[in-house]
């Protein structure tokens, strides 16, 4: 499937550092990013912006901060067609931390939230888009979002100067039927923006739910190497840019950071599909839990969380 | 989703034996037979029936012939609702080694063949039917079937007596528009008969494919314990009982005998996503290559295999 709007965002280290702490050496970032640039990939999402008043950069590495330094050390002046990206979260981070974009390698800031702060995200967005950036709102936990709230969220974004208004389902519960459903529902309630996924993989959905959206006519795909993420992980971008046939895509040097760099973590640190993770997928509930019992010794007790998960509910 | 017709097959020994050459202990197999007994599973298919003209008893386990008596060892009688399965290959079975289905615990037999051994198939699974078994025929490797092929096999299977025809995606190489193109092309071809679906994990759409096929009318699902299988694996019996809201089916004892027994088989064996079964996938080559290689102590250089893969073929 090939159409020329379909854009990738490749989030390896902004979505894989929360398992990190956003603690990556500079050799690991930079291979990213130069794999991403010479494979076609049209933004790498390199960390987070926030602010020392909201997080500890003893606790946290730079790509939770995103500061212009450590930015540039890396990427130069980004000299590449990828382009540059940053997450926001509301309440993280201060207007006055976001420079002119003259004078920023960024060049796409994404807010995210939740239903309750869509004003706030539109107003910070609006904001971004003032200082020149480009600009996207990530509405999470869609699962849990009701029909009411959501119809409200989306004629709010509608009226809005914001171009882009992503689908984040950050439980990983959702199954291709349901993507479909809620990507017509964005599209219909604004016409001439733009959709986007993010999709994880508590339910081995991520993919499979992207490409879906794709189908729909969503155009801005996240996905990460290797699928690298908190918990079940995420859409890996290797898969993606397999299934797209867009004729600017490579893959030699997606594999070739993956095998120098992403396969490598692997010895610390575990993502992926679990068991605990489709607990929580299939009931609809945030990861917190089995990604505690996955640092657990009692990580394998699969049946023990199960109960711990269901008791008192319906489920058996 | 919940409809009464749909029935899931679990082919964690039989699949999962082509990891470790059927030599399972009796108390796995026991264990997985009570799990899925319990659970709700439909079938469970516990091997290959084959001969030992064709294959050495030294060499392989018994799940690779299903004597009567080593099924008995496990099964007794069968005094559950849950039925056995067992599937032979064309040319490794002889028609008098099966036996009247009342001197049998087996079931049905299902009877795996490529598209042109359709006619063989056919008889094949109409001499299983006349001794008393219910039969399937599993079409392999449909990902390399041309429609002429496909269009005179399933004309074939229409006029048969023969009532269920799989789609078996071998080399985990289809996605859902194409999952869901076959499926209605079985449908339409075969009107009464029941269309199966068989699907490997090599590009993360094993799970979302079978949903697939099951939303497009398919009710015959295989899958196995968590995916157990040749490479990239298979559907995982897990994730499918808990998508399908039969209120039949439960998950306590299909976490505890994944957690008790299958789990613990990735200290020795190893399945399941890895960079060289996408590389097969996408190219729609059959695993063999990629399962080499992954067994080799190159299996992380996968850019190696990748140039291997495609040296000489158009794709970058």
């Not at 936990?141 to 709230?149: F, M, P, R, T």
């Not at 459903?181 to 604004?190: R, T």
Request: include cysteine; aromatic fraction near 8%.
């Amino acid at each position: 499937m090939y159409r020329e709007e379909t854009k990738i965002i490749d989030c390896t280290i902004r979505d894989g550092g929360l398992m990190n702490s956003w603690k990556f050496s500079d050799e690991l970032v930079k291979a990213v990013y130069e794999a991403c640039a010479l494979s076609g990939v049209d933004y790498m999402e390199i960390g987070y912006k926030s602010n020392e008043k909201s997080y500890s950069k003893k606790e946290n590495g730079p790509w939770k901060f995103c500061d212009e330094a450590d930015l540039r050390r890396i990427v130069g002046n980004n000299d590449s067609p990828m382009k540059i990206s940053v997450m926001v979260d509301i309440g993280r981070i201060e207007r006055e931390d976001i420079t002119e974009k003259k004078e920023s390698v960024i060049d796409m800031i994404r807010v995210a939230c939740y239903v309750h702060q869509m004003e706030k995200a539109i107003s910070l967005s609006e904001f971004i888009m003032s200082k020149g950036y480009e600009s996207t709102i990530n509405l999470m936990a869609i699962s849990k979002v009701n029909e009411l709230e959501l119809d409200v969220a989306l004629a709010a974004v509608a009226k809005s100067k914001v171009p882009i208004l992503y689908i984040v389902d950050s439980f990983g519960s959702l199954h291709g039927e349901q993507i479909k459903l809620i990507a017509n529902k964005y599209l219909k309630a604004m016409p001439g923006k733009t959709i986007g996924i993010h999709a994880h993989n508590n339910l081995q959905l991520a993919f499979s739910n992207t490409i879906t959206a794709s189908q729909e006519g969503c155009n801005m795909l996240d996905s990460t190497l290797l699928g690298l993420g908190r918990g079940a992980g995420n859409c890996p971008t290797e898969l993606l840019l397999a299934f797209l046939k867009n004729p600017k895509f490579k893959l030699k040097q997606i594999f070739q950071v993956i095998q120098d760099y992403i396969l490598p973590m692997k010895k610390d640190i575990s993502w992926g599909y679990q068991v605990p993770y489709l607990i929580t997928g299939m009931m609809n509930e945030h990861p917190r839990r089995a990604i505690e019992w996955m640092d657990s010794k009692r990580k394998n007790e699969y049946v023990e969380f199960y109960l711990g998960m269901t008791e008192g509910s319906l489920l058996e």
